[in-house]
């Protein structure tokens, strides 16, 4: 398969009174297709690295190649734009909008992206909250579901556009073992199946042992 992630010396300080070296010389490649797990003990950079892997953090030195495009010869729009419909996000600070219905929320990067009407976004939407179990969900409050169906609502808006890689921090963290582990099986699936990529960052051994790979880290560094 060919790499659809790659990364050449990466490095990473978070700038303070003290900087911090977060990301210490970071050379990882991912296939396409892949189901990646990224572990490590707590502060050894696993957000970190999902982050500047996923073009929501942009202060980096290094080289990171993400679908054939070097992502520091990207402009801000032409960034944005690949965001939006390469990648998905299943990140514990990408909260649901609490005021809109599941449904609404799981359209919104579909109406975004405006590739299709608002009539084919709806059925896809619905098509990916039945994957996740929720479609009974659809017309209720974001704000009005449990944490664990909060999660997969989230979920489903990562995968609306079919994204090439989908990203998530512990997509999983607040999932009783049921629900982890039908999250795991989509997860799964979308890389065996649809070719996509998948990279989540993990702290249930269960779920790294069960991925493709797992990219350890530690202090910063890719430990070998
Ligand atoms: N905004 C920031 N400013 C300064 N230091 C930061 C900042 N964000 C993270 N760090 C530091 O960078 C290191 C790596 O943090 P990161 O969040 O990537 O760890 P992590 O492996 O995801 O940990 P956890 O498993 O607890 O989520 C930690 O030492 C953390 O304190
Ligand atoms: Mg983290």
New binding site residues.
């Given amino acids: 398969m060919p790499v659809i992630i790659e990364t050449d010396k990466l490095n990473k300080w978070?700038k303070?009174a003290e900087d911090?070296h977060?990301l210490i010389d970071v050379s990882v490649q991912i296939e396409e297709g892949e189901f990646v797990s990224i572990v490590?003990?707590?502060?050894?950079?696993?957000?970190?690295?999902l982050y500047v892997l996923s073009t929501l953090d942009t202060d980096y030195t290094g080289r990171i190649s993400v679908a054939g495009s070097d992502l520091k010869k990207l402009s801000k729009n032409q960034l944005a734009a690949f965001r939006n419909a390469s990648i998905g996000f299943v990140f514990q600070f990408h909260y649901l909008l609490p005021e809109f219905t599941v449904l609404e929320n799981v359209c919104l990067p579909a109406l975004k992206l405006a590739k299709f009407d608002e009539d084919q976004i709806e059925e896809m939407a619905l098509q990916k909250l039945d994957i996740l179990g929720l479609k009974s969900q659809a017309i209720k409050k974001a704000s009005m579901l449990s944490g664990g169906q909060q999660q997969r609502v989230a979920i489903a808006r990562a995968l609306i556009n079919e994204p090439r890689i989908i990203f998530g921090d512990e997509p999983t963290g607040n999932l009783d073992s049921a629900n982890s582990a039908m999250v795991f099986d989509i997860f799964k699936e979308l890389s065996a199946n649809h070719n996509q990529t998948i990279v989540i960052?993990t702290?249930d051994p269960d779920i790294a042992d069960r991925t493709d790979r797992k990219i350890v880290?530690k202090d910063?560094k890719v430990a070998l």
């Fill in positions: 978070y303070g911090f977060a490590g003990q707590s502060g050894s950079g696993k957000s970190t690295l960052v702290h880290m910063g």
